[in-house]
């Protein structure tokens, strides 16, 4: 690369002159829109259908003395929360970026993610205790009326789950977590049908307390899943499917890089993957080819839409190792692309 070619990258990025550096940015949505619509309409519709009959399930619940019907009520109530909260959620993520908020409000989504899932496990939690304490003591419950209850709330259930999987359910960590609140209570209610059947044909109570363990259990497991994915993507870490090691050794490739450095892969969002590094070229590469095809691998192999690649020469001041420029250079890789988002 040289002084010439430097120069013309240089004055193409004007901001960053001051600091010597070149950087590139690339920037695809593809679908993203007409995903994230399809997002919001099932977390819409799902809503309200939850909502609606949350109401009728908690006083049957209460008028049945059931707790497996009501430990399914008030998870029906956490679902009805839980998806106003993610769909709360989805509509401030789609505020503009601005001067304080210079990634936008896309991580609200994964807030609210992580809020869903401690609610899941408190829920969970809550119906241990009260199992624990009907195990000693069970109470008369109305099997018949708890059987109604629960087989229209499994209807209700399904419902919700198949608006919801209209959505992106595997990319989307909010949806997903709104989703796997729907499919809980959906086990709630095939739990307090089991329950019900064989306290009208046994007249076995414990099978009520019984069934609630069962369904807190499988909740408990779906809360930490989805605690576990937001406290990774809000300490930054490299998203699920990506091998930083793959990249690197991928970039290193192109012709005219020397070494890679200071490599990040991280996420704004849980669909929104993005990357900064520094790439060390020999003095005779052509800068301008190099970026482009560095740009053209991380969109179209690695679909990363948001990237940030910085240029340097062998021996500069920035071609450091990772561990010495780790603090410094990705710092400034993060308030380039700031204004990107």
């Given at each position: 690369?040289?002084?010439?070619?430097?120069?013309?990258?240089?004055?193409?990025h004007?901001p960053?002159?001051a600091?010597?550096h070149?950087?590139?940015?690339?920037?695809s949505?593809?679908?993203?829109?007409?995903?994230?619509?399809?997002?919001?309409?099932?977390?819409?519709?799902?809503?309200?259908?939850i909502?609606?009959y949350?109401?009728?399930?908690?006083?049957?619940?209460?008028?049945?003395?059931?707790?497996?019907?009501?430990?399914?009520?008030?998870?029906?109530?956490?679902d009805?929360?839980?998806?106003?909260?993610s769909?709360?959620?989805?509509i401030?993520?789609?505020?503009?970026?601005?001067?304080?908020?210079?990634?936008?409000?896309?991580?609200?989504?994964?807030?609210?993610?992580?809020?869903?899932?401690?609610?899941l496990?408190g829920?969970?939690?809550?119906?241990?205790?009260?199992?624990f304490?009907?195990?000693?003591?069970?109470?008369?419950?109305?099997?018949s009326?708890m059987?109604?209850?629960?087989?229209?709330?499994?209807?209700v259930n399904?419902?919700?789950?198949?608006?919801?999987?209209?959505?992106?359910?595997?990319?989307?960590?909010?949806?997903r977590?709104?989703?796997?609140?729907?499919?809980?209570?959906?086990?709630?209610?095939?739990?307090?049908?089991?329950?019900?059947i064989?306290?009208?044909?046994?007249?076995?109570?414990?099978?009520?307390p019984?069934?609630?363990v069962?369904?807190?259990v499988?909740?408990?497991?779906?809360?930490?899943?989805?605690?576990?994915?937001?406290?990774?993507?809000?300490?930054?870490?490299?998203?699920?499917?990506?091998?930083?090691?793959?990249?690197?050794?991928?970039?290193?490739?192109?012709?005219?890089?020397?070494?890679v450095?200071?490599?990040?892969?991280?996420?704004?969002?849980?669909?929104?993957?993005?990357l900064?590094?520094?790439?060390?070229?020999?003095?005779?590469?052509?800068?301008?080819?190099?970026?482009?095809?560095?740009?053209?691998?991380?969109?179209?192999?690695f679909?990363?839409?948001?990237?940030?690649i910085?240029?340097?020469?062998?021996?500069?001041?920035?071609?450091?190792?990772?561990?010495?420029?780790a603090?410094s250079?990705?710092t400034h890789?993060?308030?380039?692309?700031?204004?990107?988002?």
């Amino acid at each position: 690369m040289n002084r010439s070619e430097k120069q013309t990258i240089d004055t193409a990025h004007t901001p960053h002159q001051a600091h010597g550096h070149n950087h590139a940015h690339g920037h695809s949505h593809g679908s993203g829109g007409h995903t994230h619509g399809a997002n919001k309409k099932a977390l819409k519709l799902s809503f309200f259908l939850i909502a609606a009959y949350m109401v009728v399930e908690v006083i049957g619940g209460l008028m049945t003395n059931s707790l497996a019907l009501l430990s399914d009520a008030w998870h029906m109530l956490s679902d009805a929360a839980a998806l106003g909260f993610s769909l709360l959620a989805m509509i401030w993520g789609e505020r503009r970026a601005s001067s304080a908020k210079t990634y936008g409000y896309k991580r609200f989504e994964v807030l609210a993610a992580l809020l869903n899932g401690l609610a899941l496990i408190g829920i969970s939690l809550y119906i241990f205790y009260e199992a624990f304490q009907r195990f000693s003591d069970p109470p008369s419950v109305m099997s018949s009326g708890m059987l109604t209850i629960a087989v229209i709330g499994l209807l209700v259930n399904i419902a919700a789950a198949y608006i919801l999987m209209g959505g992106d359910t595997s990319g989307n960590l909010n949806l997903r977590s709104a989703f796997l609140h729907v499919i809980g209570d959906l086990l709630g209610s095939v739990g307090a049908i089991i329950a019900a059947i064989l306290i009208m044909a046994f007249d076995w109570k414990l099978a009520d307390p019984l069934a609630s363990v069962i369904v807190a259990v499988l909740v408990l497991l779906s809360a930490y899943r989805i605690t576990r994915d937001s406290i990774h993507i809000l300490m930054e870490g490299t998203p699920a499917g990506y091998d930083t090691d793959e990249v690197r050794r991928r970039l290193t490739e192109i012709p005219g890089v020397v070494e890679v450095h200071d490599l990040h892969i991280w996420s704004l969002s849980s669909d929104t993957p993005l990357l900064s590094t520094q790439l060390v070229v020999d003095d005779q590469a052509d800068g301008l080819a190099v970026m482009d095809r560095a740009r053209r691998l991380l969109t179209e192999e690695f679909a990363i839409a948001h990237i940030t690649i910085q240029l340097d020469l062998p021996g500069s001041v920035c071609a450091v190792s990772d561990e010495e420029a780790a603090p410094s250079v990705h710092t400034h890789g993060r308030q380039a692309e700031t204004p990107r988002i």
